[in-house]
């Protein structure tokens, strides 16, 4: 595929890249190709942050002793780490880069609804982003990502509106991406894009964005609360004022679970589209997993309640929270099934995207397994609060969502870019990423199952082994996500031009010029046949009798 | 007249697209706005089942005559804001203006009113915190009360400032003849808004003031 292809093709004369140049054509653009390049800039920056302080706390618990850092400084690094990652990284990343790029494109469209709407999301997310920095630099925050009161409200004295305002506003840009999403997926598609002909990538999308437009209103007031309370003592959340500390955990989960969802649909999307790609295969279930989006979106509103199971609400609610959190494992299952089933009979092929699709399924199935023991409220009595909690939410979001996301960026880097990446290098670091991402939390569920708690600075002995390991396989991962970094960035200037379809694929994306022009399009696309429709291709090149399934 | 031609953005095919997509647009974000000011309502909801009879003792320190008055003010300034959006639709450039105008000095109004209310409360000591004071039963609790009212009405007011920001831009744009019969979008937008943090208080009147009326 590939290789037949390079030695023809070059860089289409004019195209979003080069239509103009400068500092400002870049600041205040209204393309969506381009805007999508300033997000993965900024949350490459707070990846790398998050990152500093992940390697901080790995250190830490290199030894049994709480010897490099303070209590209190740990406490801040933690906080820190998930401040970052999850505000700044997580829930931007897939949206505001792979979707902001790539849903015009695939739903044939010349921009988002709202371009200047969608310059002005990332405007706010570099707001919220410099409030969080800022608070960084003042000192930090010890309260951990989750913002409990008392400790927020009361106990903490470091900079935690600060920081909690810029969740706030990251929270907005994330209202307007989704909102853009929205009306751009229900009006601007090209003709004969019907809802079923959509890329899963676009309903996934689309469940993202309700749950953006519907949970981060909550949060938005959570925080303006928080802070009403911690500079005024009003007392809405302080019990000796008759408020109650529990009321805050309740409308954080009702945003911050769904949230969950929010950084993993988007991957979701992309395994879809790879695991289809690299298999040569029509997607079994188109419907299904369509509709598993929806359903993770609307479940994932009625489920915030297992995040409180031993703080104090009734047993009752915590039986129903349970049963319902168990109800998203079906749509999640759902997924994993047909994925599965799509490369039964498949003509596969291991590119590097392909290897980070292959990592997701397995890793987030590891996740989502575990979150079934954590759902079950006699067995979250004994893992709440322990490594067990943090390995199974990092298999979700570092095996499930940053798998996702390097593969996505991987398969569409050749649109972006223009251009190819060395294969073998991928491919080797993806290997190091799932090898240093097993190494690192596989050991942290035993050491919960053992009872070792999260947000502690020192612990027994008994578990160092265990603990060195991890901190091992940070390393091996942290070196393995430096390593896309370098060849990425080298791609840029010395990759072969990839043409417009260097995997092959199917969807409109891979029909316009790579990079595209400024509007996409020469001319808007019409739509024919179904989403990808592998197996057509196939018989028109060799014939039916070979065909493939 | 060249004028008469909807604008057109470049991302849209026809007017028709580009309509229906700012209107759903607008639909959205009023939606997030309902999920905004639901949490308070729910904290609202949890200490008013909480503590009833604290909630109706600060219903009572309310001023009851400003509050009804401030609702009257509020529903004309809707009714005033539809006349602008109807003058939008005929093309009555002039009257565009002028309606907006009346809606502007409505909520300007309104806004005033609410200083006046606050600066009350201020002065008998019944804003939340450490300068609290309440000499007659369930004190703590009718702070809690205070604290709803104070950030309930506060963000409702933050929403006026920022809808009278926008209708004074509209004005502008109104004045030098942007809008006519076939291009009104932004004043039938900011309409919808404007109605909705109207109907936000329509909730806030009777929950806040009417719930002690016993007087």
Same mark, same amino acid.
Do not use: C
């Given at each position: 595929?590939? #290789?037949? #292809?390079?030695?023809?093709?070059?860089?289409?004369?004019?195209? =979003?890249? %080069?239509?103009? @140049?400068?500092?400002?054509?870049?600041?205040?653009?209204?393309?969506?190709?381009?805007?999508?390049?300033?997000?993965?800039?900024?949350?490459?920056?707070? +990846?790398?942050?998050?990152?500093? +302080? $992940?390697?901080?706390?790995?250190?830490?618990?290199?030894?049994?002793?709480?010897?490099?850092?303070?209590?209190?400084?740990? %406490?801040?690094?933690?906080?820190?780490?998930?401040?970052?990652?999850?505000?700044?990284?997580?829930?931007?990343?897939?949206?505001?880069?792979?979707? /902001?790029?790539?849903?015009?494109?695939?739903?044939?469209?010349?921009?988002?609804?709202?371009?200047?709407? /969608?310059?002005? #999301?990332?405007?706010? +997310?570099?707001?919220?982003?410099?409030?969080?920095?800022?608070?960084?630099? $003042?000192?930090?925050?010890?309260?951990?990502?989750? +913002?409990?009161?008392?400790?927020?409200?009361?106990?903490? /004295?470091?900079?935690?509106? $600060?920081?909690?305002?810029? $969740?706030? &506003? *990251?929270?907005?840009? !994330?209202?307007?991406?989704?909102?853009?999403?929205?009306?751009?997926?229900?009006?601007?598609?090209?003709?004969?894009?019907?809802? &079923?002909?959509?890329?899963?990538?676009?309903?996934?999308? =689309?469940?993202?964005?309700?749950?953006?437009?519907?949970?981060?209103?909550?949060?938005?007031i959570t925080i303006i609360l928080l802070a009403v309370e911690r500079l005024f003592r009003i007392g809405i959340f302080d019990p000796a004022l008759g408020g109650d500390p529990i009321l805050f955990q309740h409308l954080f989960w009702f945003y911050s679970h769904p949230a969950v969802y929010i950084m993993i649909l988007p991957s979701m999307g992309v395994i879809s589209e790879l695991i289809t790609c690299f298999a040569r295969k029509k997607i079994f279930g188109y419907h299904f997993i369509a509709f598993s989006s929806?359903?993770?979106?609307?479940?994932?509103?009625?489920?915030?309640?297992?995040?409180?199971?031993? !703080?104090?609400?009734?047993?009752?609610?915590?039986?129903?929270?349970?049963?319902?959190?168990?109800?998203?494992?079906?749509? #999640?299952?759902?997924?994993?099934?047909?994925?599965?089933?799509?490369? =039964?009979?498949?003509?596969? !092929? @291991?590119?590097?995207?392909?290897?980070?699709a292959m990592g997701f399924i397995g890793l987030f199935t590891i996740g989502g397994l575990t979150g079934l023991f954590l759902a079950t409220l006699a067995t979250d009595v004994h893992l709440h609060d322990t490594y067990f909690v943090v390995a199974h939410f990092h298999y979700i979001m570092v095996g499930g969502t940053i798998m996702g996301y390097l593969g996505g960026l991987h398969f569409w880097w050749p649109k972006i870019s223009g251009r190819l990446y060395p294969d073998t290098w991928a491919r080797f670091s993806a290997l190091v990423i799932f090898v240093g991402f097993n190494l690192t939390f596989f050991p942290q569920f035993v050491l919960g199952y053992l009872g070792m708690p999260r947000r502690?600075?020192? =612990?027994?002995?008994? &578990?160092?082994?265990? %603990?060195?390991?991890?901190?091992?396989?940070? !390393?091996?991962?942290?070196?393995?996500?430096?390593?896309?970094?370098?060849?990425?960035?080298?791609?840029?200037?010395?990759?072969?031009?990839?043409?417009? /379809?260097?995997?092959?694929?199917?969807?409109?994306?891979?029909? *316009?010029?790579?990079?595209?022009?400024?509007? %996409?399009?020469?001319?808007?696309?019409?739509?024919?046949?179904?989403?990808?429709?592998?197996?057509?291709?196939?018989?028109?090149?060799?014939?039916?009798?070979?065909?493939?399934? | 007249m060249a004028e008469a031609a909807a604008i057109v953005a470049h991302q849209f095919d026809d007017p028709e697209q580009q309509r229906d997509s700012v209107s759903l647009g607008m639909w959205l974000f009023l939606i997030q706005e309902i999920m905004f000011f639901g949490g308070l309502f729910l904290g609202y909801t949890v200490y008013r089942y909480k503590f009833p009879e604290a909630f109706r003792i600060g219903s009572n320190q309310l001023d009851l005559l400003l509050g009804g008055v401030n609702t009257v003010v509020l529903i004309v300034s809707s009714l005033t804001m539809a006349l602008a959006v109807h003058a939008a639709q005929l093309g009555k450039k002039k009257a565009i203006v002028w309606w907006l105008i009346a809606t502007i000095v409505l909520g300007s109004v309104f806004l005033g009113i609410k200083g006046v209310e606050y600066g009350h409360k201020f002065d008998h000591h019944l804003f939340p915190g450490p300068h609290f004071v309440f000499e007659g039963p369930h004190a703590r609790q009718v702070q809690l009360f205070f604290s709803f009212y104070f950030v309930m009405t506060g963000m409702h007011a933050l929403h006026m400032v920022i809808g009278i920001g926008i209708l004074a831009v509209l004005v502008w744009m109104a004045a030098i003849g942007r809008f006519h019969s076939a291009y009104y979008a932004p004043v039938e937008m900011t309409g919808l808004y404007w109605h909705f943090v109207d109907i936000v208080w329509i909730f806030l009147f009777p929950l806040l003031y009417l719930l002690g009326l016993d007087r």
């Open positions: 595929m590939a #290789s037949e #292809s390079i030695t023809e093709q070059a860089l289409p004369k004019q195209h =979003y890249l %080069n239509a103009d @140049y400068g500092i400002w054509s870049w600041l205040l653009t209204t393309d969506h190709k381009r805007i999508a390049l300033l997000y993965l800039m900024t949350v490459t920056v707070f +990846f790398l942050l998050g990152g500093a +302080f $992940a390697v901080m706390v790995r250190l830490e618990l290199l030894t049994p002793a709480g010897d490099l850092v303070q209590a209190e400084t740990y %406490n801040k690094m933690f906080t820190m780490h998930g401040v970052m990652m999850i505000f700044f990284f997580l829930i931007p990343a897939i949206p505001a880069v792979l979707g /902001n790029f790539l849903i015009p494109i695939m739903v044939g469209a010349r921009d988002l609804a709202f371009p200047r709407i /969608n310059l002005l #999301s990332w405007y706010v +997310f570099i707001v919220g982003g410099l409030f969080a920095f800022g608070a960084m630099l $003042a000192g930090g925050v010890d309260t951990g990502w989750t +913002f409990y009161t008392p400790y927020s409200s009361t106990y903490a /004295n470091t900079y935690v509106i $600060a920081t909690a305002l810029g $969740a706030f &506003f *990251t929270g907005f840009s !994330s209202i307007l991406t989704g909102l853009n999403f929205i009306v751009t997926i229900h009006k601007m598609r090209a003709p004969g894009l019907t809802w &079923f002909r959509l890329p899963l990538f676009v309903w996934a999308h =689309y469940a993202t964005s309700v749950i953006q437009i519907l949970g981060t209103p909550v949060i938005a929806v359903a993770i979106a609307l479940l994932g509103f009625l489920v915030w309640g297992h995040h409180m199971f031993v !703080s104090g609400q009734s047993v009752f609610a915590g039986m129903i929270f349970s049963v319902l959190s168990m109800l998203v494992a079906i749509p #999640s299952a759902v997924k994993v099934f047909n994925w599965t089933a799509t490369l =039964y009979k498949g003509s596969i !092929s @291991y590119q590097a995207p392909m290897l980070y502690y600075h020192a =612990y027994p002995e008994e &578990f160092q082994v265990l %603990n060195v390991m991890s901190s091992a396989g940070a !390393s091996i991962l942290g070196i393995g996500y430096l390593i896309p970094l370098v060849y990425l960035m080298w791609s840029l200037r010395y990759g072969t031009p990839a043409g417009p /379809n260097p995997w092959g694929a199917k969807g409109l994306e891979w029909q *316009t010029t790579s990079p595209p022009p400024t509007f %996409n399009f020469d001319e808007t696309p019409e739509v024919t046949e179904e989403a990808y429709e592998y197996q057509k291709d196939y018989e028109k090149r060799y014939g039916k009798e070979q065909g493939v399934g | -």
